[in-house]
């Protein structure tokens, strides 16, 4: 079983809701390191779908370094995407923003179009290198808000500078959004993690899947280890409530 050993071996585990909310994963095909092909990209859909996911967010990468995918060709495989659910999985909806690689540029290819935010709303999802200070992830976080956007911090846990509290909240008070992944519990950081989740610090979890082989562990598990470890109430939240309040919609 993933994330260790249960509390109560002996309890049942917690039904998993349908009706997850993941917002970072590479499953759109052909635009950056995740699905290669139009079939891996529903098979991976069909996974995502059962594990509980009902609204699911592609966020294929922006980072002009690695990758800069035409966004004619992520309009093109979102549209054969949408097509596949309306007729397998009609209880689905699927959005559409890229992960974006924080750089001098960046709001420049934002206003332009070149990358968006998540869905219809105005969080990006914001990517450092590992190695990037919390001075600069506060210069971008500055920027960003000051231009109307929120910045929802991918995968945390990954972040070697972001490990003060104090650092942290900061973010929080000038308006971050984070979002850990599903296998956040298994890292090094997992007991900063830990304390985040039960202090209501983090807003997302995601499993920032890229395919079959290449995946955190499933969205579907780690909700349970949420209910078990911190409460139905804050599993509702990291993986229902507060992803859905970012894209603007409701069940």
Do not use: W
């Not at 967010?57 to 966004?71: G, K, Q, R």
């Not at 549209?79 to 924080?102: C, H, I, P, Q, W």
């Not at 209501?200 to 890229?210: E, Q």
């Amino acid at each position: 079983m993933l994330f260790g050993k249960r509390k109560n071996a002996s309890a049942e585990p917690p039904e998993v809701p349908a009706g997850l909310c993941n917002l970072h994963c590479h499953i759109l095909f052909g635009v950056d390191d995740g699905a290669k092909t139009e079939e891996q990209m529903y098979e991976l859909i069909k996974t995502e779908y059962s594990f509980g996911v009902r609204y699911l967010c592609f966020t294929p990468h922006y980072n002009p370094a690695l990758f800069e995918p035409d966004p004619e060709g992520i309009r093109s495989a979102f549209e054969l995407a949408k097509s596949y659910v309306a007729t397998n999985y009609a209880d689905m909806r699927l959005f559409l923003g890229n992960e974006v690689f924080m750089r001098p540029d960046t709001l420049d290819r934002l206003r332009d179009g070149s990358c968006k935010p998540l869905g219809d709303s105005r969080t990006v999802l914001t990517e450092f290198h590992p190695s990037t200070s919390y001075d600069e992830m506060r210069r971008y976080t500055v920027g960003l808000i000051g231009q109307g956007y929120t910045p929802l911090f991918a995968h945390i846990e990954r972040y070697d500078k972001l490990d003060d509290i104090d650092d942290i909240y900061e973010l929080k008070s000038l308006g971050v959004k984070l979002q850990i992944n599903t296998a956040a519990f298994e890292s090094s950081r997992r007991k900063l993690i830990s304390r985040l989740v039960e202090q209501g610090a983090i807003d997302v979890i995601s499993d920032d899947r890229h395919n079959r082989t290449r995946g955190d562990p499933p969205i579907s598990e780690c909700y349970a280890y949420v209910c078990e470890h911190f409460g139905e109430h804050a599993a509702h939240a990291l993986f229902i409530h507060r992803p859905m309040g970012i894209l603007n919609i409701s069940p």
